[in-house]
C-alpha cells in the first residue's frame, strides 16, 4: 500500500483536480452563485476567446457573470429609500437645462464590449490626455498595457457606424471623432479595462486616459480621478444590455447623463467635471442617484427592452455619470435590438423622475449586519411527495423577512409555512425542483441560497465507472463522484477500485499492469491511497464481495458524508496503460445516492476510446445525463484536449440507444432544462430515461481525432 502522494505526482494533478471539480459540480452546488435580483447564476463563465457584445455567446458569459459585487452601488435596490430633501427643485434644474424639445429621457446607443481571455496578450497604448490619472497596469509612463484584442469594439459600433467595417470604425477612417469609448471585461480575472478616445493608428493602439476596475470589489479609484467617464466611475456595471433586455428585468443601475452638474461628486464618484459651484446644490453631483417614481405606470403593450429598463429604473436608478445635451441612459449598441426596441421612452418626461439619498461606501447594503441564509443541502427523495426543508437564518439586525419560494420545476410546490426557514414541502409529481430560501431585512442585499430536490422513482445508481488509457502528468485518469443526501450526516458506504491486469483476461491489449489509487475530498485533501488491495483493508474488501481479482489491482472502502470525491488512478512507477476506475454503492437508500461521475483522461482510437458505465438499480426507471467534454477543457489550461468529441449511448446487449456529436443537434431543450448544458456547441449529450440494468457510453473523437476529454454520467431524477 502507498500511504501518501507520490511527491512527482502531487503538482501535476493538484491543478486539474480544480478543473474537474468544477464541472461535475454543477448540479449539487448550483445556489452558490445567485445574484443580487436572486437569479441562480451557474457555474463560473469561461472565455477562451476574445467575444464580442452582440453575440449569443457574448450573451451566455454576461448571463453567469455576477456584475461588480451583490452590495455595491449598481446593484443597490434604492427603491426604498428616502427623497433628497431638494429633489424636486433638483428635477425643475435638470429639466430647465434642456432644450424644450429634448425633456424627456432618451436611450442612445453607446458603448459597447469584448470579453477576453485572462491570458489574452497585452498591448502597449500610450495616453496622450490623462496619464497621471490612468491604471497603467504594468505599462511604462504614460503607456498602458492593456489586453486589447483584434476585434476591440469602439463606440456605437456596429449601429451607429453604417457600412464601415470594425476595423475601419477603429481607425475612425472617416474623422468622424465623437467619445470613442472602448471597454475590455475578463470574467475570470475580475477585470474591466475602459478608455476614452481611443484609436487604432498606424502606430498602434492610442487613447486619451484609461482605467482598471475590479469586479468583485467595491473599492473606487483614488479621490479626484477620472476614468473613460467623467465621474471616474466604470461603465460597464451600467450599460443597458440586450441579453438582460430578453429575460425581461436589468438587473442593475444604468448609466445617466443630464446637461450640467455641479463641482462635486458623490458615492459612487470619483470626479466632477463642472465650473458650476458645489455650493449649487440645485445641480447633480456626479453620482447623484436618481429613479423612476413608484408611481409610473409602465404600459403592458411596450416592448420587452422598455419594460425591464423601466423596472431597473424604479428599483436600481440611474447614476449620474456624464455631462452632455440630454438627458440620457446609455444602451448597448447591439444590432439585434429591433428599430423601435427603445422608442417609447422617449415620451416619458422628466418630472416623473426623482432624486434620492444615495448611501455611502459603508452605508445600506455595506453595512455591518448583513444576513446570510443556508438552504441546507440537496435532497433525493424517493417516491414520497414531502420533504423537510432545514433552512438556517442569521440576522444581526432582526426581523428579517423569511421566504421560501420555488424557483424552478415541472409543477408548483406547497409549503407548509413559507415564512420560516424550517418547514415541508409537497411535491405533486417526480421531477427536480429548485427551491430557494431569502432574507431581507430591509437595509443590505437579500439574502438568498437554493437547494435542488430529486424527487425520484424507485431508482438509483448501483456502480459507475470509466475505461480509458492511463498515462502520466495530466493524462493520468481522474475520477470525479457525487454523493448527494437528504441530510448533511447521511454518509454512504462505497467501493472504490482501479483495475488494470484483469483486463487482459477480456481481451484488452496493453491493460495497466500495476494500478495505484488514490482518494480525495473536494479541496483536494488526501482520504486513502492503495497500490495492491490486499497490502490494506482486505478482510473489508472481500466483505463488499466486490474483491478485485488481480493482486496487483487497487481498491478501497471508505464512508463518505454527501459531497464531492476524487479516484486518481495512475501507473506504479510511471507505467501506462488501459485501466478501469469503480465507484459501487454498498448502501443502497432512497435518502443517499450516488449521482454522478465526471473523469477525465485520454482519447485515442480503437481500444483505447474512452468507455463510462453505468449500473442503474430499480424497480423504476432513471434520467440519466451523459456528457462528453472536450474543447472547453482548453480554458481550464489542459493541454491537447479533443476538439470535437461523440459520445455514443449502448445497452448491456451493444445495441445502440442514442449517438450525439454537437449537442445542440438534438434534445437541446431538454439538455439546457437540467442546468448542465455543455459549455462548447461542439461537445456532446444525451439525455436518457433508462429502466434498470447495464449501460456504456463511449467517447471517441470525430474523424478519428485525439486528445483529452471528460466524460460525465448525472444522475437527473
Same mark, same amino acid.
Given at each position: 500500500?502507498?500511504?501518501?502522494?507520490?511527491?512527482t505526482?502531487?503538482?501535476?494533478?493538484?491543478?486539474?483536480l480544480a478543473?474537474?471539480?468544477?464541472i461535475p459540480?454543477t448540479l449539487?452546488?448550483? +445556489?452558490?452563485?445567485?445574484?443580487q435580483? /436572486?437569479r441562480?447564476?451557474?457555474?463560473?463563465?469561461?472565455?477562451?476567446t476574445?467575444?464580442?457584445?452582440?453575440?449569443?455567446?457574448?450573451?451566455? =458569459?454576461?448571463?453567469?457573470?455576477?456584475?461588480?459585487?451583490?452590495?455595491g452601488?449598481?446593484n443597490?435596490?434604492i427603491s426604498q429609500?428616502h427623497?433628497?430633501?431638494?429633489?424636486?427643485?433638483?428635477?425643475?434644474?435638470?429639466?430647465s437645462?434642456?432644450a424644450?424639445?429634448?425633456r424627456?429621457?432618451?436611450?442612445?446607443?453607446?458603448m459597447?464590449?469584448?470579453?477576453?481571455?485572462?491570458n489574452?496578450?497585452?498591448?502597449?497604448?500610450?495616453f496622450?490626455n490623462?496619464?497621471?490619472?490612468?491604471?497603467?497596469?504594468?505599462?511604462?509612463?504614460?503607456n498602458?498595457?492593456?489586453?486589447?484584442?483584434?476585434?476591440?469594439?469602439?463606440?456605437?459600433?456596429?449601429?451607429?457606424?453604417?457600412?464601415?467595417?470594425?476595423?475601419?470604425?477603429?481607425?475612425?477612417v472617416?474623422?468622424?471623432?465623437?467619445?470613442?469609448?472602448?471597454?475590455?471585461?475578463?470574467?475570470?480575472?475580475?477585470? =474591466?479595462?475602459e478608455?476614452w478616445?481611443?484609436?487604432l493608428t498606424q502606430?498602434?493602439?492610442? !487613447?486619451?486616459?484609461?482605467?482598471?476596475?475590479?469586479?468583485?470589489?467595491n473599492?473606487?479609484?483614488?479621490?479626484?480621478?477620472?476614468s473613460?467617464?467623467?465621474?471616474?466611475?466604470?461603465?460597464?456595471?451600467?450599460?443597458?444590455?440586450?441579453?438582460e433586455?430578453?429575460?425581461?428585468?436589468?438587473?442593475?443601475?444604468?448609466r445617466?447623463?443630464?446637461?450640467?452638474?455641479?463641482?462635486?461628486?458623490?458615492?459612487? +464618484?470619483?470626479?466632477y467635471?463642472?465650473s458650476i459651484?458645489?455650493t449649487?446644490?440645485?445641480?447633480?453631483?456626479?453620482?447623484?442617484?436618481?429613479?423612476?417614481k413608484?408611481?409610473?405606470?409602465?404600459?403592458?403593450?411596450?416592448?420587452i427592452?422598455e419594460?425591464?429598463?423601466?423596472?431597473?429604473?424604479?428599483?436600481?436608478?440611474a447614476?449620474?455619470?456624464?455631462?452632455g445635451?440630454?438627458f440620457s441612459?446609455s444602451v448597448?449598441?447591439?444590432d439585434?435590438?429591433?428599430?423601435?426596441?427603445?422608442?417609447?421612452?422617449?415620451?416619458?418626461?422628466?418630472?416623473?423622475?426623482?432624486?434620492?439619498?444615495?448611501?455611502?461606501?459603508?452605508e /445600506?447594503?455595506?453595512s455591518?449586519?448583513?444576513?446570510?441564509?443556508?438552504?441546507?443541502?440537496?435532497?433525493?427523495?424517493e417516491?414520497?411527495?414531502? !420533504?423537510t426543508?432545514?433552512?438556517?437564518v442569521?440576522a444581526?439586525?432582526g426581523?428579517?423577512?423569511?421566504?421560501?419560494?420555488?424557483?424552478?420545476?415541472?409543477?408548483?410546490v406547497?409549503? !407548509?409555512?413559507?415564512?420560516?426557514a424550517?418547514t415541508?414541502?409537497?411535491?405533486?409529481?417526480?421531477g427536480?425542483y429548485?427551491?430557494?430560501?431569502?432574507?431581507?431585512?430591509?437595509v443590505?442585499?437579500?439574502?438568498?441560497?437554493?437547494?435542488?430536490v430529486h424527487?425520484t422513482?424507485?431508482?438509483?445508481?448501483?456502480?459507475?465507472?470509466?475505461?480509458?488509457? *492511463?498515462?502520466?502528468g495530466?493524462?493520468?485518469?481522474?475520477? /470525479?463522484?457525487?454523493?448527494?443526501?437528504?441530510?448533511?450526516?447521511a +454518509?454512504?458506504?462505497?467501493?472504490?477500485?482501479?483495475?488494470?491486469?484483469?483486463?487482459?483476461?477480456a481481451? *484488452?491489449e496493453?491493460?495497466l499492469?500495476?494500478?495505484?489509487?488514490e482518494?480525495?475530498?473536494?479541496?483536494?485533501?488526501?482520504l486513502?491511497?492503495?497500490?495492491n488491495?490486499?497490502?490494506?483493508?482486505?478482510?473489508?474488501?472481500r466483505?463488499?464481495?466486490l474483491?478485485?481479482?488481480?493482486d496487483l489491482?487497487s481498491?478501497?472502502?471508505?464512508?463518505?458524508?454527501p459531497?464531492?470525491?476524487?479516484?486518481?488512478?495512475?501507473?506504479?512507477?510511471?507505467?501506462?496503460?488501459?485501466?478501469?476506475?469503480?465507484?459501487?454503492?454498498?448502501?443502497?437508500?432512497?435518502?443517499?445516492k450516488?449521482?454522478?461521475?465526471?473523469?477525465?483522461?485520454?482519447?485515442?482510437?480503437?481500444?483505447?476510446?474512452?468507455?463510462?458505465?453505468?449500473?442503474?438499480?430499480g424497480?423504476?426507471?432513471?434520467?440519466i445525463?451523459?456528457? !462528453?467534454?472536450g474543447?472547453?477543457?482548453?480554458?481550464?489550461?489542459?493541454?491537447?484536449?479533443?476538439?470535437?468529441?461523440?459520445l455514443?449511448?449502448?445497452?448491456?446487449?451493444?445495441a445502440?440507444?442514442?449517438?450525439?456529436?454537437?449537442?445542440?443537434?438534438?434534445?437541446?431543450?431538454?439538455?439546457? +432544462?437540467?442546468g448542465?448544458?455543455?459549455?462548447d456547441?461542439a461537445?456532446s449529450?444525451?439525455?436518457?430515461?433508462?429502466?434498470?440494468?447495464?449501460?456504456?457510453? *463511449?467517447?471517441s473523437?470525430?474523424?478519428?481525432?485525439?486528445g483529452?476529454?471528460?466524460?460525465e454520467?448525472?444522475?437527473?431524477q
Amino acid at each position: 500500500m502507498e500511504n501518501k502522494t507520490k511527491p512527482t505526482g502531487h503538482k501535476v494533478w493538484r491543478g486539474v483536480l480544480a478543473i474537474l471539480l468544477s464541472i461535475p459540480l454543477t448540479l449539487t452546488t448550483r +445556489a452558490e452563485r445567485i445574484n443580487q435580483e /436572486g437569479r441562480i447564476l451557474g457555474p463560473e463563465p469561461v472565455v477562451t476567446t476574445p467575444t464580442l457584445f452582440n453575440t449569443p455567446a457574448g450573451d451566455a =458569459i454576461v448571463l453567469a457573470m455576477q456584475v461588480m459585487p451583490r452590495d455595491g452601488a449598481w446593484n443597490e435596490d434604492i427603491s426604498q429609500r428616502h427623497l433628497l430633501s431638494n429633489s424636486s427643485a433638483m428635477i425643475a434644474q435638470v429639466i430647465s437645462d434642456l432644450a424644450t424639445n429634448r425633456r424627456t429621457l432618451r436611450p442612445f446607443y453607446e458603448m459597447n464590449y469584448v470579453l477576453v481571455p485572462d491570458n489574452q496578450p497585452r498591448i502597449t497604448i500610450p495616453f496622450f490626455n490623462y496619464p497621471d490619472e490612468s491604471d497603467l497596469d504594468g505599462g511604462t509612463f504614460p503607456n498602458g498595457n492593456y489586453p486589447i484584442p483584434p476585434n476591440l469594439p469602439i463606440e456605437t459600433w456596429p449601429r451607429g457606424t453604417g457600412n464601415l467595417t470594425l476595423e475601419q470604425w477603429q481607425q475612425d477612417v472617416n474623422n468622424t471623432g465623437g467619445d470613442r469609448h472602448a471597454i475590455m471585461v475578463a470574467p475570470g480575472a475580475g477585470s =474591466i479595462w475602459e478608455t476614452w478616445l481611443t484609436r487604432l493608428t498606424q502606430s498602434g493602439w492610442e !487613447a486619451s486616459n484609461g482605467a482598471k476596475f475590479d469586479l468583485n470589489s467595491n473599492t473606487m479609484r483614488p479621490a479626484g480621478w477620472t476614468s473613460a467617464d467623467a465621474a471616474g466611475l466604470p461603465m460597464f456595471p451600467a450599460l443597458v444590455r440586450y441579453d438582460e433586455c430578453q429575460r425581461g428585468m436589468v438587473e442593475h443601475a444604468v448609466r445617466l447623463v443630464v446637461a450640467k452638474t455641479r463641482r462635486e461628486y458623490i458615492y459612487p +464618484a470619483r470626479h466632477y467635471a463642472s465650473s458650476i459651484p458645489a455650493t449649487s446644490v440645485n445641480y447633480p453631483a456626479m453620482g447623484q442617484r436618481l429613479r423612476l417614481k413608484a408611481g409610473f405606470v409602465i404600459p403592458q403593450s411596450w416592448a420587452i427592452e422598455e419594460k425591464a429598463v423601466l423596472l431597473a429604473l424604479k428599483k436600481y436608478g440611474a447614476i449620474v455619470a456624464d455631462n452632455g445635451n440630454f438627458f440620457s441612459i446609455s444602451v448597448c449598441p447591439d444590432d439585434r435590438f429591433a428599430a423601435n426596441a427603445f422608442d417609447h421612452l422617449s415620451t416619458i418626461t422628466i418630472d416623473n423622475f426623482e432624486v434620492i439619498v444615495t448611501t455611502g461606501p459603508n452605508e /445600506g447594503p455595506r453595512s455591518p449586519g448583513a444576513p446570510s441564509v443556508d438552504a441546507g443541502p440537496d435532497q433525493f427523495i424517493e417516491d414520497q411527495m414531502q !420533504a423537510t426543508l432545514n433552512g438556517v437564518v442569521s440576522a444581526p439586525l432582526g426581523n428579517a423577512a423569511i421566504q421560501w419560494r420555488l424557483y424552478s420545476g415541472p409543477t408548483a410546490v406547497t409549503f !407548509a409555512a413559507p415564512n420560516q426557514a424550517t418547514t415541508t414541502v409537497s411535491f405533486p409529481q417526480t421531477g427536480t425542483y429548485t427551491l430557494m430560501l431569502s432574507a431581507n431585512d430591509g437595509v443590505h442585499t437579500v439574502a438568498y441560497d437554493a437547494l435542488v430536490v430529486h424527487v425520484t422513482l424507485h431508482a438509483s445508481i448501483e456502480n459507475i465507472s470509466t475505461r480509458m488509457r *492511463v498515462q502520466t502528468g495530466q493524462n493520468v485518469s481522474i475520477g /470525479g463522484f457525487i454523493i448527494a443526501a437528504t441530510a448533511a450526516t447521511a +454518509a454512504k458506504n462505497v467501493i472504490v477500485r482501479a483495475i488494470g491486469p484483469s483486463l487482459a483476461s477480456a481481451g *484488452v491489449e496493453g491493460a495497466l499492469a500495476d494500478p495505484s489509487l488514490e482518494l480525495r475530498d473536494s479541496s483536494g485533501n488526501l482520504l486513502l491511497a492503495n497500490d495492491n488491495w490486499k497490502d490494506t483493508q482486505e478482510q473489508a474488501i472481500r466483505d463488499t464481495m466486490l474483491a478485485p481479482s488481480n493482486d496487483l489491482e487497487s481498491a478501497i472502502v471508505a464512508s463518505l458524508q454527501p459531497g464531492a470525491y476524487t479516484a486518481i488512478v495512475s501507473g506504479r512507477n510511471g507505467t501506462t496503460g488501459i485501466g478501469l476506475v469503480e465507484v459501487y454503492d454498498l448502501q443502497r437508500s432512497p435518502s443517499s445516492k450516488l449521482a454522478n461521475i465526471s473523469t477525465r483522461g485520454s482519447v485515442g482510437t480503437g481500444q483505447n476510446v474512452m468507455i463510462g458505465g453505468v449500473i442503474l438499480v430499480g424497480p423504476d426507471s432513471a434520467r440519466i445525463l451523459f456528457r !462528453a467534454i472536450g474543447p472547453s477543457l482548453a480554458a481550464a489550461g489542459i493541454e491537447s484536449v479533443l476538439v470535437d468529441p461523440q459520445l455514443d449511448l449502448f445497452d448491456a446487449q451493444g445495441a445502440t440507444i442514442a449517438t450525439n456529436n454537437n449537442w445542440k443537434d438534438s434534445q437541446q431543450t431538454v439538455i439546457q +432544462a437540467t442546468g448542465a448544458a455543455p459549455g462548447d456547441d461542439a461537445e456532446s449529450a444525451i439525455l436518457a430515461d433508462l429502466n434498470p440494468g447495464n449501460y456504456t457510453a *463511449v467517447v471517441s473523437g470525430v474523424s478519428g481525432g485525439t486528445g483529452t476529454a471528460l466524460i460525465e454520467a448525472y444522475y437527473i431524477q
